[in-house]
C-alpha cells in the first residue's frame, strides 16, 4: 500500500483513502463511523455484490450495540425496518421424552431493550443509504465516500499485479487497507495472519436454513428458541413478521462429502431438511407448508488470528476471528471492532489530535485488545452456549442448578450479554507520553477543559436524539412505550464519555508532572555534576599549592624540582 498522498489539480497534497474491503454488515458500519469523523481522507468500500433480498444471514443486534447506531443517525430507521424480540427461551425438541417444553426463558416487557432482529440485506440498504449523504457527486465536487459493488477485492489489491499491464487500473493507492471480506478473508491472505495459528476447530458442522412457514407465526414458538439436545439441538428464531425463520442445527457430518471449504452441499442439505425439521420444531410442518428461502453449511470453529493489525493493514469482523453463533456475539464482537478501529483512525488521522498519539503503538495495542477480548470473553462464552444447548436428555434437568444462565433465567433476571467493548482511551498510544514541551501539556490539558461545555451540551444533544429513536421508531414505539431503560442507557453512555474525558486529563496531568520531575531530576544531576567538579579543582588546587615532597628529596628552587 502507497502511504504517499496524491497530487490535486492545484497542486496541493491530497490524502489518500481509506480501503474497505467488504460490505456487509461490520464494514458498512465502519465506513459511516468514519465518514462522519472529522479525518480528511476519502472512503472506499469495494463489495463483490449487492445486498440481496435471500442473503438474511448476520439477523440479531444486541442491545448494548443500539446506543452507537442512535449516535450514527441510524437507529430510527432500522427499527422501522426490522423488529425487537419479545422474548427468547431454552426449550426441549419435540423428539424428547416429554416432548417441546420451556426450560427457561424471559419475555420483554414494553420498554425493555431487547434484540433488534432485521435481516443483514436490509442493515445493509439502511447504511447504503445514510451514505449516500457522504457518496462522491458524478464528477461534481469530493465527497467522503465511494463504494464499488461488484468489485473483486483481490483484484483490486493484489501487490503482484504488473505494473505496466491493462490491470494496473484495479490497483488503488491508499493509506489505510481494512479487511471486512468475511471468514474467507483475501485481505487476511495478504496480511499472512492464518485462522490456524490461534483457535480450534470444533466437532460439530453447523447448518443454517431460513424457512418461510407463516404456520409457525402462531404456534408456540417465541421469537428465539434455543432447541437442547445432545443430537437435535438448535437455534430457531423469528426473522421478521412475515414468517420468515431461521433455523439452525447440528449434524453428524463426519461421512458427507465436503467442498474445498469443509462445507457440504446445498443439495444434501435440502434432501435431509424435512426430516429434521420435524425434530425440531413443534408444529412439524410438512413439505408444501413451508419455502426453503436459503441453505448453507459451516464447520463450528473458535479460531482467531494472531494480529489484527500489521504495517497498514488490518482485519475486523469475521475476516479476524469467528465463533459459533449460540451466545450472539459473532456480530456484536465484529461491530465493536468496527466502532473501536473507527476511534482509533479517528485518533491518528484526525488533524486536531494526530499529534496527541502514537499511531503505531496505538494500531497495535488496539489489535491486541480485541484479540484479547476474543479470547477472554467471546471465545469461553460462546463455547459454552454450544455445550449448553448440546446437554444430553439425562442432563438436562439438572441445568436449573448448575447452569448459571439457565439458573438466572428461571430467577428471572434474564440473559445477561458480556462485555465486548474496548476503550480505546486506554490503550498504549492514545497519548504520546514523554515528548514535547510542558507548556504543549498544559495547553493540551486546557484545551480539553475549554471543551467540557461543548461537549455537555452535544451529550444532552445525543441524549434528546437518543431517546427520540427509542421513542419514534415504529414497531419501537409500541414495544417500548416505557423509556425508563433508555434512560438508564444514556446516562450509562454519558457516564462513559465523561469517564473518558476524566481519564485523558489525569493522563496528561499525569504526563505534566513526569516531565516536571525529569526536568528537576536532570536539574539536580547537573548541579550535583557541577559541585563535584568544584571539589576536584579545589583539591587540584591545594595539592598544586601544597605539594609533597618525595622521600628523601627537598625541593631545589635553582633547578625547580625535587633534588
Not at 9 to 24: D, Y
Not at 248 to 265: L, N, R, V
Not at 307 to 326: L, S
Not at 346 to 369: D, F, I, K, N
Request: include cysteine; glycine fraction near 8%.
Amino acid at each position: 500500500m502507497d502511504s504517499s498522498n496524491s497530487i490535486t489539480s492545484k497542486g496541493q497534497e491530497e490524502p489518500l483513502p481509506i480501503v474497505i474491503a467488504g460490505g456487509g454488515c461490520v464494514g458498512l458500519f465502519l465506513a459511516l463511523l468514519l465518514c462522519q469523523s472529522d479525518i480528511p481522507n476519502p472512503i472506499i468500500v469495494i463489495e463483490l455484490s449487492a445486498p440481496d433480498a435471500n442473503n438474511t444471514r448476520a439477523m440479531a443486534h444486541q442491545p448494548s450495540i443500539l446506543p452507537l447506531y442512535a449516535k450514527a443517525g441510524i437507529l430510527d430507521t432500522l427499527s422501522e425496518e426490522g423488529m425487537y424480540s419479545t422474548g427468547l427461551c431454552f426449550r426441549t425438541p419435540p423428539t424428547s421424552s416429554r416432548g417441546s417444553r420451556v426450560l427457561a426463558g424471559k419475555q420483554f416487557q414494553p420498554g425493555e431493550p431487547s434484540q433488534l432482529l432485521i435481516p443483514q440485506y436490509k442493515f445493509q440498504q439502511v447504511v447504503l443509504s445514510k451514505l449516500h449523504e457522504y457518496t462522491i457527486s458524478n464528477g461534481e465536487g469530493r465527497g467522503r465516500l465511494e463504494v464499488k459493488l461488484g468489485s473483486d477485492p483481490v483484484q483490486s489489491f493484489d501487490p503482484k499485479v504488473d505494473p505496466g499491464s491493462g490491470s494496473r487500473r484495479n490497483c488503488i493507492k491508499a493509506h489505510y487497507l481494512i479487511g471486512a471480506d468475511g471468514s474467507h478473508s483475501a485481505v487476511r491472505y495478504h496480511l499472512k495472519t492464518p485462522f490456524d495459528e490461534i483457535g480450534t476447530l470444533l466437532e460439530s458442522t453447523l447448518v443454517a436454513t431460513d424457512i418461510l412457514c407463516p404456520k409457525l407465526t402462531d404456534s408456540e414458538l417465541w421469537d428465539a428458541n434455543f432447541i437442547v439436545d445432545s443430537e437435535d439441538f438448535g437455534l430457531v428464531g423469528r426473522i421478521d413478521d412475515q414468517g420468515l425463520w431461521r433455523v439452525s442445527y447440528g449434524i453428524d457430518s463426519a461421512s458427507i462429502p465436503k467442498d474445498q471449504f469443509g462445507e457440504i452441499s446445498e443439495g444434501i442439505i435440502r434432501e435431509a431438511l424435512p426430516a429434521k425439521l420435524a425434530k425440531l420444531l413443534p408444529e412439524n410442518p410438512k413439505e408444501g407448508e413451508y419455502e426453503v428461502r436459503r441453505v448453507a453449511s459451516y464447520t463450528a470453529q473458535q479460531r482467531c488470528v494472531r494480529t489484527m493489525w500489521k504495517g497498514r493493514i488490518g482485519v475486523i469482523g469475521d475476516a479476524a476471528h469467528v465463533t459459533n453463533p449460540y451466545a450472539g456475539l459473532g456480530l456484536l464482537s465484529g461491530l465493536y471492532d468496527a466502532s473501536s478501529l473507527a476511534a482509533v483512525l479517528g485518533r491518528v488521522l484526525s488533524p486536531s489530535t494526530s499529534s496527541l498519539c502514537e499511531p503505531t503503538t496505538l494500531l497495535e495495542s488496539w489489535s491486541q485488545a480485541r484479540i484479547e477480548k476474543f479470547k477472554t470473553v467471546v471465545d469461553p462464552v460462546s463455547r459454552a452456549a454450544l455445550n449448553r444447548v448440546r446437554t444430553r436428555s439425562e442432563d438436562i434437568e439438572g441445568l436449573s442448578e448448575k447452569d448459571p444462565v439457565i439458573k438466572a433465567m428461571k430467577a428471572g433476571e434474564g440473559l445477561k450479554m458480556p462485555d465486548v467493548e474496548t476503550n480505546v482511551s486506554e490503550l498504549a498510544g492514545w497519548l504520546r507520553l514523554g515528548n514535547g514541551s510542558e507548556d504543549d501539556v498544559v495547553k493540551k490539558s486546557e484545551g480539553l477543559k475549554k471543551s467540557d461545555d461543548l461537549k455537555q451540551r452535544e451529550r444532552s444533544v445525543d441524549k434528546e436524539g437518543f431517546k427520540d429513536n427509542f421513542n419514534e421508531g415504529g414497531r419501537l414505539k409500541r414495544l417500548m412505550s416505557q423509556d425508563r431503560e433508555v434512560d438508564e442507557m444514556v446516562r450509562k453512555f454519558s457516564e462513559e464519555s465523561e469517564e473518558t474525558e476524566r481519564r485523558e486529563l489525569e493522563l496528561l496531568a499525569q504526563n505534566l508532572e513526569k516531565v516536571r520531575i525529569e526536568r528537576e531530576e536532570e536539574e539536580g544531576r547537573d548541579i550535583e555534576k557541577i559541585a563535584t567538579g568544584f571539589d576536584k579543582m579545589d583539591k587540584q588546587a591545594e595539592q598544586k599549592e601544597t605539594p609533597k615532597p618525595p622521600n628523601g628529596k627537598k625541593w631545589n628552587a635553582f633547578l625547580g624540582a625535587w633534588a
